[in-house]
């Protein structure tokens, strides 16, 4: 896992929201 691969799912969560 890298750190870009979080950042990027923290991302999409709050796009989402």
Do not use: A, N, P
Not at 5 to 14: F, K, N, R
Request: hydrophobic share 55%.
């Amino acid at each position: 896992m890298l750190i870009v691969e979080v950042i990027e799912q923290v991302v999409s969560l709050c796009t989402q929201k």
